[in-house]
């Protein structure tokens, strides 16, 4: 057990939201704590969609407030993390000229039960006021409408009931698990005093002091003048776990699978489709790394610990998808990672979850009896506005220590998105050249990590050994990221630092070799590593629809 630490603010949960918090904190000069139960990242943060949108469905519900603050989230995103937040070209196949407006009226003046089906005029009207939300710092290309040939001509495989498609530009990321990890090194890089960890249990306070109990059997007692709490779907056990019990949150849960289908990626051709299922529902389907990710459901949720996208979820999607694109064929033998997360909303008493808000708020609790310390709670939020939310949350602690802001975020790059060369083949060819790596290697190795690929390219040096069965990563890569990324689990190395287990390109034998690397920077002996790999295959089996072979 350490000594008391006194910081500024300690925040408790280290999802896209308390990260993103900590950042800005970090970068105003306050020393702070982040601590997270998991991994950063391994929460609700780790299951989008992976949008980084403006949320144009928001339009339906009249949330033109989060529309304009996602709108512009975005473009900043696409030029601060621009190593993985990209533009993303998207179709919304229309089946009717006229349907849905008088429904459109209802639900944008509060109900919540209206049927929804939304015709040609509906959505033409919808896409032109999200361009114009999108107007400030404007990065992408203005909408289109398409006739039904032209959609067809494009995305043959396309249902023939269409009238025509709306095309737009919106952006998704690529490894938001890694931006996550890279938003809270960020945050360390600037202020070298605060801490930082995952695999974190929080483990008691008196009011004053707040105990928590790290990954290699340390402790840590906290002394701050704030708690966050930026738990998500956890946040009400969390304010009863600090003895201030809430009901802030009532989550809806959500799904996605991803099929190893070349066909669909053919047809899609960079494109997302973003589609009306069957019962009205928006969903989605789209590239993610080669493979075919669609998404997602939205259900009453259970446990955020044990969430996992069930058989009832599979048949919805593959069904939505055959009438969709009824030139394909789809079956559960194309799945080849599947995964679940609880979107942290506010308690609500809508009768169709997707029409509560995806508006974000930090309701506060005051000191009260023997808690010396306020708690601020992150209550709902998209991905695409942790800035915007921290920014806002940052200014209610600043102005509460008496601290002022100094440092904006909004033109801050992230992570891999730092010095972005505006010549990407020049600067591959010069890292190659000091590093003696080849330049395709630099390349691939650019285009997942961004500028931290020249520190991976010296590190592997000119002869990258591919790991077995996943050409692509290389051993020394894993070495890397083992040393200087916080990994404490092999799971955090298949299902966060790299993209191998949502690809579905993790095989028994790579996820051996993987433990053996990690063993040895780690220090696990025989026993822990056989631990971790067997933990690591019943997580992917159970939770993710995966079978290793
Ligand atoms: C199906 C689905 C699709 C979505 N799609 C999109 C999208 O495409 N675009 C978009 O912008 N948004 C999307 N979202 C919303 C977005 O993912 C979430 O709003 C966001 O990730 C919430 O982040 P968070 O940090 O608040 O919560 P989380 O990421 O859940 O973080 C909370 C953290 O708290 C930790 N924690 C819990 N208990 C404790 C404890 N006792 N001590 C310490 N730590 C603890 C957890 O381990 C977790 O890491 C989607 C959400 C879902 C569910």
Same mark, same amino acid.
């Given at each position: ?336 990672? %599947?995964?679940? $997360?609880?979107? *942290?909303? &506010?308690?609500? @008493? =809508? ?7 995806? !508006?974000? #708020? ?95 390219? %010296?590190?592997? $040096?000119?002869? *990258?050994? &591919?790991?077995? @069965? =996943? ?7 894993? !070495?890397? #990221? ?68």
């Amino acid at each position: 057990m350490t000594g008391e630490t006194t910081i500024d603010v300690l925040i408790l949960g280290a999802g896209i939201n308390g990260a993103g918090l900590f950042r800005d904190l970090c970068e105003q000069g306050l020393t702070c704590a982040i601590v997270d139960k998991g991994d950063f990242g391994s929460g609700t943060s780790a299951a989008p969609s992976r949008l980084i949108h403006g949320g144009i469905k928001y339009l339906e519900t009249g949330e033109f407030r989060l529309v304009a603050q996602s709108t512009l989230e975005r473009n900043l995103l696409l030029r601060n993390a621009p190593h993985c937040v990209r533009p993303l070209p998207t179709v919304i196949p229309i089946f009717s000229w006229l349907k849905g407006i008088p429904a459109a009226i209802r639900t944008l003046f509060g109900s919540t039960t209206a049927p929804r089906s939304r015709g040609a005029l509906l959505i033409k009207a919808g896409l032109a006021i999200y361009d114009a939300y999108g107007a400030r710092n404007r990065v992408l290309p203005r909408h289109r409408m398409w006739g039904r040939a032209r959609a067809l001509r494009e995305i043959p495989p396309l249902t023939p009931r269409i009238v025509a498609a709306g095309h737009y530009y919106d952006a998704t990321v690529t490894h938001p698990e890694r931006l996550v990890l890279e938003v809270v090194l960020d945050g360390l890089r600037a202020s070298p005093r605060s801490i930082a960890l995952n695999h974190a249990r929080l483990d008691g306070t008196d009011g004053r002091l707040v105990r928590v109990a790290g990954p290699h059997g340390d402790g840590h007692v906290f002394h701050p003048r704030i708690v966050v709490n930026a738990a998500g779907p956890w946040i009400d056990s969390v304010n009863a776990a600090l003895g201030a019990p809430t009901e802030l949150v009532g989550g809806t849960k959500g799904s996605h699978i991803l099929l190893d289908h070349p066909d669909l990626i053919r047809a899609l051709n960079g494109h997302m489709i973003y589609f009306e299922a069957e019962d009205g529902r928006i969903c989605l389907v789209l590239e993610h790394l080669g493979r075919a990710l669609v998404g997602s459901t939205d259900r009453r949720a259970g446990d955020p610990d044990a969430v996992r996208c069930e058989d009832d979820e599979v048949a919805y999607f593959l069904g939505s998808l055959r009438d969709l694109l009824p030139g394909l064929g789809f079956s559960e033998a194309q799945i080849v990672h %599947a995964y679940s $997360g609880i979107r *942290p909303l &506010p308690n609500s @008493d =809508a009768a169709d979850p997707g029409l509560i808000s995806r !508006d974000h #708020s930090a309701p506060l609790a005051e000191p009260a009896g023997a808690r010396e310390w306020p708690i601020l709670s992150l209550v709902g939020g998209k991905w695409t506005t942790f800035r915007g939310f921290a920014e806002e949350v940052a200014g209610t602690v600043l102005a509460r220590l008496g601290h002022t802001r100094r440092v904006s975020t909004r033109a801050l790059a992230i992570g891999g998105g730092r010095d972005f060369p505006a010549e990407p083949g020049r600067w591959i060819r010069e890292v190659a050249a000091t590093t003696g790596a080849q330049e395709a290697r630099v390349a691939a190795l650019f285009d997942r990590y961004g500028t931290h690929a020249r520190d991976i390219a %010296a590190h592997e $040096g000119p002869g *990258p050994v &591919p790991l077995p @069965d =996943a050409q692509h990563y290389s051993e020394q890569e894993i !070495d890397w #990221s083992t040393k200087h990324e916080r990994v404490v689990h092999l799971d955090d190395l298949v299902l966060r630092r790299t993209d191998l287990a949502i690809t579905g390109r993790l095989t028994r034998r790579g996820l051996e070799r993987i433990a053996e690397i990690a063993a040895a920077t780690l220090g696990w002996d025989d026993h822990r590593r056989a631990q971790e790999v067997d933990m690591t295959r019943r997580l992917l089996e159970e939770r993710h629809r995966m079978r290793l072979i």
